[in-house]
C-alpha cells in the first residue's frame, strides 16, 4: 500500500495567480499521476510524471498551464498557472503499486 | 478519455436493497477493472477489482460480474446500508498506464 500525502488541502485564489500543490508518496514510485475532478465529476487525467523524465499530458491539458516537477521517486509537484475560475476543481495525484492505484486526499482550489 | 461509460448516474436504494451499477468499456486492451469508493472530502479508495478471466468476484457484500463478451462489468451491493452512501468509480486500467475512470454514480442509501 502507499500513503499519499498532498498540500494544500484547499486554497481560495485570486484570478491570475499560480498555485504548486505538492505530492509526498511514502514508497518510491515510477510514475505519479495528476488528475483534475471538478465538482459533481469523474477524475480526468492530466498528466503522467516519470522521475528524470518530462511530464506526458493528455488532450486538453498543456504544460506551459499545468507544470509538474517529479524530482525523486516519492515526490512531485502540480502548477496551476494563470489561473481562471474554471481551474476551481480537486486536484488529485496518485500512484501504482502493480494494479492498485492509490490517491491522496486531494487539494480543493477554488479561484475567485 | 471517456472510454468507459457508467451508469446510472445516482441511484436510491432502501437500505437492505441491492444497488446495482453497470460499466461499459470499449477498448480491449484493457487488463484490470476495479471499483472506486469515494467519500466527500476523500481521495477515491479501492473498494473491489476484476480481471477478465474471471466472470465474477466476491467480497463481503460487493460483487462484481464480469461480462468478456460484452465489454461489460458491475457492482452489486448486497443489503445496502446507509454507511455505503458514496461515489462510485467503475475504472479501466492496462499496465503502465493510468486508470481510466467512468463518470460515477452517486449512492444514497436510505434508512
Known amino acids: 500500500s502507499a500513503v499519499i500525502s498532498q498540500k494544500p488541502s484547499r486554497d481560495i485564489c485570486q484570478r491570475g495567480t499560480s498555485l504548486t500543490i505538492q505530492c509526498q508518496v511514502d514508497s518510491q514510485v515510477t510514475m505519479m499521476f495528476w488528475y483534475r475532478q471538478q465538482p459533481g465529476q469523474s477524475l480526468t487525467l492530466i498528466a503522467t510524471a516519470n522521475q528524470g523524465s518530462e511530464a506526458t499530458y493528455e488532450s486538453g491539458f498543456v504544460i506551459d498551464k499545468f507544470p509538474i516537477s517529479r524530482p525523486n521517486l516519492t515526490f512531485s509537484t502540480l502548477t496551476v498557472s494563470n489561473m481562471s475560475p474554471e481551474d476551481s476543481s480537486i486536484y488529485l495525484c496518485?500512484?501504482?503499486?502493480?494494479?492498485?492505484?492509490?490517491f491522496g486526499q486531494g487539494t480543493r482550489l477554488t479561484v475567485v | 478519455q471517456q472510454q468507459v461509460k457508467q451508469s446510472p448516474q445516482s441511484l436510491i436504494v432502501q437500505k437492505g436493497g441491492i444497488s446495482i451499477i453497470n460499466c461499459a468499456y470499449e477498448?480491449?486492451?484493457?487488463?484490470?477493472f476495479p471499483w472506486y469508493q469515494q467519500f466527500p472530502g476523500k481521495g477515491p479508495a479501492l473498494l473491489i477489482a476484476?480481471?477478465?478471466?474471471?466472470s465474477e468476484k466476491k467480497e463481503g457484500r460487493f460483487t462484481i460480474s464480469f461480462n468478456k463478451s460484452a465489454k461489460q462489468f458491475s457492482l452489486h451491493i448486497m443489503d445496502s446500508q446507509p454507511g455505503d452512501s458514496a461515489t462510485y468509480f467503475c475504472?479501466?486500467?492496462?499496465?503502465?498506464?493510468?486508470?481510466?475512470f467512468g463518470k460515477g454514480t452517486t449512492l444514497s442509501v436510505s434508512s
Open positions: 477498448n480491449t486492451a484493457f487488463d484490470y
Open positions: 476484476i480481471r477478465p478471466d474471471v
Open positions: 475504472a479501466a486500467d492496462q499496465a503502465g498506464t493510468a486508470l481510466i
Open positions: 496518485s500512484v501504482k503499486f502493480s494494479t492498485e492505484a492509490f
